[in-house]
Each structure stands twice: as C-alpha cells, then as structure tokens.
C-alpha cells in the first residue's frame, strides 16, 4: 500500500476515534487531501483508493496537474485553498468545485462573472480573518455580515460557509469564534483545521479539514 492512502487511512481513524469520544451524531468531516507542489505519481494512489476531495494552491500548477484527470474521474471534487488573484479566476472557475479563500469584493465580482460565463456554480466559503492579523487575509468580522450579503444578492453567490487560518496559538479560541459566526449565519460547512490542528477542528465540527503535509509527507 502507497505511504500517502496508510497515512490518509490512519487519520481516517483518528477522526473517528475523536468523534466517539466527542459523542458527536451525525458527523462526518470530510478530509481535503493538499496535493500542492505533489505530482500525480503521489496523488494516483489515493484517487484510487477512494480520495475524493483535493487542495490546490497555485492556478497554473493546478491546471497541468488535473485538467486530464478530472476528466477520467468525473466525481473529484477540487478546492482552490490559497489566495486567489482576480485574473486567475478565469481558470479557476471551469476547473474547480470549491473556493474556501473569497476575501474581497473584486474577488466576489470576478467569480459572478466567470460563472455566468462558464453556467457553472462554485461552491465557496468566506474566508474571515478571524486573529485580525494584518500579515493575513480574510474579512474583518465587522464587516462579514455586510459582505455575506453583497456576496448573496448582488453576486448570486452560492456561499456555504466559513473558513479561517487561526493564529497559531490558542487555535481553540479561534475555532470556537469561527463556529459561532457560522451558526450565526446558519451555514452548514466550516473550513478550518489543518495537519496539525484537524482533531482540534473536528471539537468545532468543521465540516472540511485541510489535510497535506500529514498525508503526503513534507514538500520540500
């Protein structure tokens, strides 16, 4: 068996261990497998073990590696997980399923139009600086609300839900800020959690845990 489906499997259990000991009915997380900088020769593997769910970063990178692929496995579902610029939206919206980092309204404006263009609707969440550091994006909390709406009425926008980057320490608090702005607006999908912080999501039932460096090793 390939290291990244063991390692993908063990996590898998991990999850379910953590979710009988939360006593949590009826939830199910899904694991986004971040292929970033992996070739498909690592990414093969898990697309036949089962892996539904994939995380790009990079547009181009994207583009080479799945264009071919997504077209002999019609049910992969990919997420754009990094910043995304506005003229890259072109290709992002033909080529993916999800947007977890919408941040701004040029960004909201340009996917509008690049769905109208391509009749296709992306799943996507907000992404909401949650730490309000200024090294990251994300939209302020005070100005979610007002944003969620502009994405929804004025965009057409299919949002789901929320997905934050929490400042590394006392990522609990943040997690439960981020739960709480969810339920506010009465989503049903959370992003949040990563490889060193997913069993710790999973307390917050977010419904998306992005997972890389645990499953396929670390990039170089």
């Not at 977890?100 to 296709?120: G, M, V």
């Not at 979610?144 to 929320?162: A, Q």
């Amino acid at each position: 068996m390939h290291n990244s489906v063991s390692q993908l499997i063990s996590i898998q259990r991990e999850i379910q261990t953590k979710i009988i000991e939360l006593n949590y009915k009826d939830y199910n997380p899904k694991i986004i497998a971040v292929s970033k900088t992996f070739s498909m020769t690592e990414i093969l593997p898990l697309i036949n073990h089962g892996q539904k769910d994939f995380g790009e970063n990079k547009v181009q990178e994207a583009i080479e590696k799945w264009t071919d692929i997504k077209r002999d496995f019609t049910d992969i579902n990919l997420h754009m997980i990094g910043k995304l610029q506005t003229n890259k939206v072109k290709y992002v919206v033909p080529l993916f399923d999800y947007i977890h980092s919408l941040d701004n309204i040029k960004l909201a404006e340009k996917i509008a139009e690049q769905q109208i263009k391509f009749k296709k609707d992306l799943k996507i969440f907000i992404q909401v600086n949650i730490g309000n550091e200024t090294q990251k994006s994300g939209v302020e909390i005070e100005n979610l609300e007002v944003f969620y709406l502009r994405c929804i009425k004025e965009f057409n926008l299919k949002i789901i839900g929320l997905m934050c980057l929490p400042p590394s320490n006392n990522t609990s608090v943040y997690f439960s800020k981020t739960k709480d702005l969810n339920d506010k607006f009465k989503f049903l999908d959370l992003s949040m959690g990563m490889s060193n912080d997913f069993l710790k999501a999973c307390e917050y039932k977010s419904t998306f845990l992005r997972i890389g460096s645990k499953i396929f090793g670390t990039r170089n």
